[in-house]
């Protein structure tokens, strides 16, 4: 029998969107998010949309956005065109085959598979990926500005809006001694009103981390994202061992695949995982990722690469499916954005976002705000 969700056809393309503000990582400043956005057709269903973003090109780890849309247009669409798509795992497969790595790319491919795919079931993707346990997560924000007086003013606006009260730093572009300097500024402006968060992004060696990362936590920071290099297991579980009970030590570079995932729990290297569709490959990797984290006792935190609202929405779907030990999520890349490439976004009430109940990933694409960022219209070039 043919099956009702033969892959008939599949476009990619870059968007650029410029930010609100300059938002400032340990490896640089953006200015916009370029990302690739999926168009997936089945034969005799609806069609999808995935997407896969980058920060700052190939900075946050290999793949950039021009990279992901060669392995989409060159390697993955050509090997799934009248494909099975209703078999989520055998599309897995095949795209491994032909194509090594190229987690993000995959990622996208299989976010807009499964939207086309729960459309055309007239079902919310939840319900494919095991079904949900949650209506809303608690939503983080990043105060990224580089200013001590402006990340307070966001920081007290999103307190008075109840949009937010989860915050995390970006440090790691300054001297440590003048990081913990800002978030200590931070620390006390927000004092018992807000749950405060750090990101090295792999910024500090094991020393260093040993050093500053206890003056962080007596500024009153609970959790820790990736202090040193990824391939760093070692210093993360000597950082975990050592902070004891008073901090989490997050993973979030270090963990892509279910083997890293493996590796931290044996080594007891961290308290958290950071998921994110994009570097596990894909809604179901993630779930993979996630077996892990709850196999082995270890805590989930529903990470964003800055996605507009169609990676976002998918990024819910599947961190709605898993347990209670979770940190929530920091699902706000469409907050960051100027605009967005949807009718509506998700809602967010009391600090939470809500997870979107319609067909596919719960949102509808904006057809003309596609067009309206579309790199091949704006003629921008790569970051
Ligand atoms: C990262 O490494 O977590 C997520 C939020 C943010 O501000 O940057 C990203 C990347
Ligand atoms: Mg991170």
């Known amino acids: 029998m ?19 503000r300059p938002h400032k990582l340990a490896f640089g400043a953006i200015n916009r998010q370029s990302p690739v956005i999926v168009q997936l057709w089945l034969r005799h269903g609806a069609c999808g949309f995935g997407e896969a973003a980058t920060i700052g090109g190939p900075s946050w780890n290999e793949e950039s956005p021009e990279s992901i849309l060669h392995a989409i247009n060159a390697y993955l669409a050509p090997c799934l065109i009248g494909q099975d798509g209703g078999s989520f ?17 995959k990622s996208a491919v299989e976010m807009a598979l499964i939207d086309a795919v729960s459309r055309s079931l007239e079902l919310p ?6 079904g949900k346990r949650h209506d809303s997560l608690p939503l983080a924000w990043t105060l990224a500005s580089g200013d001590v007086r402006k990340d307070l003013e966001e920081a007290q ?14 440090i ?3 001297s440590p001694a003048d990081d913990v300097a800002h978030v200590s500024q931070i620390a006390r402006g927000l004092e ?10 792999q910024a500090w060696d094991g020393s260093t981390a040993r050093r500053f990362l206890p003056q962080l936590i007596d500024a009153g920071v609970t959790l ?15 950082l975990s061992a050592s902070l004891g009970s008073s901090a989490c030590i997050m993973a979030d570079e270090s963990v892509c695949t279910p083997q890293d995932a493996m590796a931290l729990a044996r080594d007891q290297a961290c308290q958290v995982f950071s998921l994110k569709v994009a570097k596990h490959g894909g809604l179901l990797r993630t779930l993979q990722v996630a077996a892990v984290a709850e196999a082995a006792d270890i805590g989930w935190y529903g990470g964003t690469m800055l996605e507009t609202s169609i990676g976002s929405a998918a990024s819910a779907h599947v961190f709605a499916t898993l347990g209670d030990q979770h940190h929530g999520c920091e699902l706000f890349g469409p907050q960051l954005l100027v605009d967005d490439i949807v009718t509506a976004r998700m809602p967010i009430v009391d600090f939470e976002l809500q997870l979107p109940d319609g067909p596919g990933f719960g949102i509808e694409v904006d057809l003309g705000q ?8 704006t003629g921008l070039n790569a970051v």
């Open 89 to 105: 795992g055998r599309v897995l497969t095949r795209m491994d085959t032909f194509c090594r790595g190229n987690a993000f790319a």
């Open 370 to 377: 596609l067009e309206r960022f579309d790199r091949a219209r």
């Open 157 to 170: 606006l999103r307190l008075e809006q109840k949009r937010h009260r989860i915050f995390k730093m970006k």
């Open 125 to 130: 993707a939840y319900q494919l990926l095991g």
């Open 192 to 201: 018992g009103k807000a749950t405060l968060t750090v990101d090295v992004n």
């Open 224 to 238: 820790i994202e990736q202090p040193v290099a990824k391939w760093n297991r070692e210093a993360l579980k000597v």
């Open 2 to 20: 043919q099956s009702r969700f033969v892959i008939e056809r599949i476009e990619a393309w870059i968007l650029d969107i410029p930010t609100i």
């Open 172 to 174: 790691g572009a300054r």
